[in-house]
């Protein structure tokens, strides 16, 4: 492979260390298809001959029905899914192969493989992310009146609705696919044609490669081209934000799951028990979504860590860019997929989530809104009288909505019967009509809502 410049072969460490097709082998469909259209180019350019070309281009196709069937030979000692490829395809075309690599680097070549498959990876995380979507709006749609306690610092806090609650995390998935998108769209420039680093003085056409391996353009600097990598940081720090709105969610289903709350019941298949007390049912799938950020934040940090000390151009640190990428994206997908098959088969324990929205004087606030919109009342005098309502509710062990006249005349002298209407959790979450609020009405539309925005 280095030609005459070396009259040894590396050693079996730096053999080692240096080999990277155990991981870049997952590159091998999107190497194939830059190779392809290089070939296409240099044909049209008349940089190489018909026949020469054509045999390449049969070359691929067999190389790439192999190693799809697996019956492809990987060898360490060529390094890497580049070299293993051109390799074979000398075995099969003979002199020919060697033609293909003209006007053409390694450098340039896995930029663009890589390029490729973070953007395919884009797409198919945004399948994933969307079906996640669906369920939360189903789940959303059918539990629009669906009463549970709304929480701050995890406690009690107000009453809310189960769909106001899972469109929360429709909004939070919502803004990791548009992340997702912009990633897509920054990426989307073919480093194919840079060479090395400087660009080649071969008449290529580079607008031809990048339109057919889809991209919108070439890159605009040879040298930025093969030593940029932002677009997989972008790619890992959006998908670490994704991790981060999986993990709360999986936080709340552990949570739910619990005696202490009984919200929620997964399904036997994501589900677990213990090896040593038969009445266990553990939430497995949520804590391992919960541990799993950790991998794809590590993969972010990695990444950022091995970029930070490099001169321009290409490094042969940046190597180490692919095995992060490649578990945070597989990391990503399964915990998505997990998600999924937890939300689809979980059954809602709406009495419970009634009864807890029930206890904790989670209607104080209308009470103190009451007061301002009836009695003209400041909102923070308002504030301190409901407060003394709740001191007082809780001395006698009851709800606000269980006090008498009299023991709320005895707080507030103005209240007449009909502070009793804001005082249920119904009243509360009916109230909260303002947009974006958790009304059930508004639900309903922000379910409408929530499907034409990111299932169409």
Known sequence: MWGGRFSEGPSQVMEEINASIDFDRHLYAQDIAGSKAHCAMLMKQNIITQEDGNAILDGLDTIQQEIDAGSFAFNRSLEDIHMNIEARLTELIGEAAGRLHTARSRNDQVATDFKIWVRDAIDDLDESVKALQSVLIDIADQHTETILPGMTHLQLAQPITLGHHMLAYVEMF???????????????????????????????????????LGFDGPTANSLDSVSDRDFAVEFLAAGSLLAVHLSRMAEEIVLWCTDQFQFVRL???????????????NPDAAELVRGKTG?????????????????????????????????????????????????????????????????????????ADWLVREKGMAFRDAHHVAGALVKKAEDKGCQLDQLSLEDIQAIAPAATDDVFSVLSVESSVNSRSSEGGTAPANVKKAVADARRRFLK
Do not use: H, W
């Open 267 to 281: 399904s036997d298949s994501f589900s677990t028990g213990s090896s040593m007390m038969p009445q266990k049912r």
């Open 174 to 212: 919502g803004r990791d696919r548009s992340r997702l998108s912009d990633c897509r769209k920054r990426l989307n420039e073919c480093p194919l044609g840079s060479g090395a680093l400087a660009g080649t003085a071969f008449p290529i056409d580079r607008q031809q490669t990048a339109q057919a």
């Open 295 to 367: 991998r794809v934040f590590s993969a972010f940090m990695s990444l950022t860590t091995t970029l930070k000390g490099l001169p321009l151009a290409y490094s042969k640190d940046m190597q180490e860019d692919k095995e992060p990428v490649f578990d945070a994206a597989q990391t990503l997908k399964v915990c998505l997929l997990a998600m999924q098959g937890m939300l689809e088969g979980a059954k809602f324990n709406t009495a419970a989530m009634k009864a807890a929205a029930n206890k904790g004087f989670v209607t104080a606030t209308d009470f």
